[in-house]
């Protein structure tokens, strides 16, 4: 796995919109948050631009991604904000000259598209707030963002969860917002979870919904290959008018029951104020006890 090179003061990240619009108004706490950092910022074109929901044609979005990918001063791309909309740009972009000078990507929920599409490529990616997150974020959610683009180490260490499934195990972690890894099952951009950590989240999802999505992937085959599960958050889930019977947690946990791999229920990430963040793509070690979890970044 390739690590793009760590930020240093001076360096240069780039904000812009893959996907739902956003104006350049709600990014200034996140341009502000930059500057303290000693990092300069550069707004994308796709910023203010409004398409219905989203920020600029499909070709827009890539070309604004495409310019810094290929922009050697640019160091980090930042996505702005999530909804939906990355799957249908993705596949516009020509990721030749990346592959060769890699550099950070982050965001989550719907970045999930290119978390996994760079992670298949060997390059570590950051899952952190989006720009338009950092007014309501919470310290640890932008410390532990700082953390992961300078270079510095990141361990965690999780209260424990009566669903948690103790056990030790290493390896990659993936994964991302679960509705867009199960939309891009059987295409280019999906993740291979072989001997690899799972991290999920999701929200605004009915019960049923998460059920129907976590059986596809265990009638795939997904669980069995995997070394560890890393829950965050599942949150404003919605139910029908007959009761699905059960919450998202006991979901997860009825369906990854039989396999004998550590499970970690309630990480602080995903569609929270508390979204710390995560490196796609870096070796991890994960100790599930009765006292916690811990979690380290090697």
Not at 139 to 158: N, V
């Amino acid at each position: 796995m390739k690590i793009p090179p760590y930020l240093t003061k001076g360096d240069t990240v780039g904000i812009l919109a893959t996907a739902r619009k956003i104006d350049h108004e709600p990014l200034e706490p996140a341009i502000a948050l930059l500057k303290s950092w000693g990092l300069n910022v550069v707004i994308g074109k796709t910023i203010g631009l409004d398409n219905n929901q989203l920020a600029g044609a499909d070709w827009q979005r890539a070309t604004d991604f495409q310019q810094m990918m290929d922009n050697p001063a640019i160091k980090a791309i930042w996505c702005a904000k999530g909804g939906y909309g990355t799957v249908r740009m993705v596949d516009r972009l020509d990721f030749t000259n990346f592959k060769k000078h890699p550099k950070w990507f982050i965001g989550f929920s719907d970045a999930t598209v290119l978390h996994s599409h760079i992670n298949n490529m060997d390059i570590a990616t950051i899952h952190g707030i989006m720009a338009a997150s950092v007014a309501h974020a919470t310290d640890a959610a932008k410390q532990t963002l700082h953390k992961a683009l300078f270079g510095e180490k990141i361990i965690y260490d999780i209260p424990p969860h009566t669903f948690n499934k103790m056990g030790k195990s290493s390896g990659e972690l993936v994964g991302g917002n679960l509705s867009v890894l199960f939309s891009i099952v059987g295409s280019e951009s999906e993740i291979d979870y072989k001997g690899k950590i799972l991290f999920i989240e999701d929200l605004d999802e009915y019960l049923y919904h998460i059920d129907r999505m976590l059986m596809n992937l265990e009638r795939n085959g997904y669980f069995k290959d995997i070394k560890g599960i890393i829950i965050g958050g599942f949150t404003k889930m919605r139910d029908n008018d007959i009761p699905w019977g059960h919450n998202a947690l006991e979901i997860i946990q009825d369906i990854s029951k039989e396999y004998n791999i550590p499970i970690c229920f309630n990480f602080p990430a995903g569609h929270i104020q508390d979204n710390r963040a995560l490196v796609f793509g870096k070796e991890i070690i994960m100790e599930v006890t009765a006292t916690g979890t811990k979690i380290t970044f090697k």
